[in-house]
């Protein structure tokens, strides 16, 4: 059973381009989660997402940030116009239903802005 | 709110050493306890978790115990490894609404282990 599957693995952006970041989860999880560690700082949660649902954004910036997890298809982080601060790594982590507090993550996408 | 305090790092010992990193929590309620593994280039991995106070977590020789008492959630192995080199990350889930599926993890800042031969 393959595990949670991120690309791509590096991405450089610079200054106001877009960055899509996607995510398989693993197969039979139907929960999927984003989060963001910026350097020196454990894992922030963004967002949780359910096939074509989003659950629970409440940790997602409100402007330029969004995410999707359609019917078809892999998750994806989407941020516009990206900022020297966005520069984090994205980790994804899925999960099971009825196990939403146990998630296996993504070896993640490092995002770098020049 | 929520938060995960673990001790600053790095940590450096030597093969066969005993190893403690501390991990404590502020929260409401009842959160379930982690301890996920990161080996370099690679995501986080579930090491072991407990769910209530008291309970004892534990998986390939790590140990955990949930004190209630003292909010902590320490990480020990008796006898470390090379293979045991890696940042390690304590971590709590608790729901953003009352009741329902505690989804949210909030993680410390992670703790460097290296283990020399």
């Known amino acids: 059973n393959a595990g949670v599957m991120q690309n791509p693995r590096h991405l450089v952006r610079r200054r106001g381009q877009e960055a899509r970041l996607r995510c398989s989860p693993m197969k039979g999880h139907s929960h999927v989660y984003w989060y963001r560690q910026l350097p020196e700082e454990g894992l922030k949660f963004m967002v949780y997402?359910?096939?074509?649902?989003?659950?629970?954004e409440s940790g997602m910036p409100k402007e330029r940030f969004s995410a999707e997890f359609p019917k078809e298809g892999p998750s994806i982080l989407r941020i516009q116009q990206v900022v020297r601060g966005d520069s984090a790594a994205y980790f994804c982590?899925?999960?099971?239903?009825?196990?939403?507090?146990?998630?296996?993550f993504g070896p993640g996408t490092r995002l770098t802005v020049l | 709110g929520n938060s995960v305090t673990q001790m600053e790092g790095p940590v450096t010992l030597s093969e066969e050493a005993f190893l403690t990193i501390n991990c404590t929590y502020t929260?409401?309620?009842?959160?379930?306890l982690f301890w996920y593994v990161q080996y370099p280039g690679e995501g986080l991995q579930l090491l072991l978790k407990?769910?209530?106070?008291?309970d004892k977590g534990s998986n390939k020789g790590f140990e955990a115990t949930y004190r209630k008492e003292t909010t902590s959630f320490h990480l020990e192995k008796g006898s470390v490894q090379v293979s045991d080199s890696a940042v390690y990350f304590c971590a709590l889930s608790r729901s953003s609404n009352s009741g329902g599926s505690n989804y949210k993890l909030t993680f410390g800042k992670g703790t460097l282990l290296t283990v020399n031969p």
């Open positions: 982590a899925s999960s099971p239903p009825g196990a939403t507090d146990t998630q296996y």
């Open positions: 997402l359910q096939k074509e649902n989003i659950i629970d």
């Open positions: 407990a769910t209530k106070a008291d």
């Open positions: 929260a409401t309620g009842y959160p379930s």
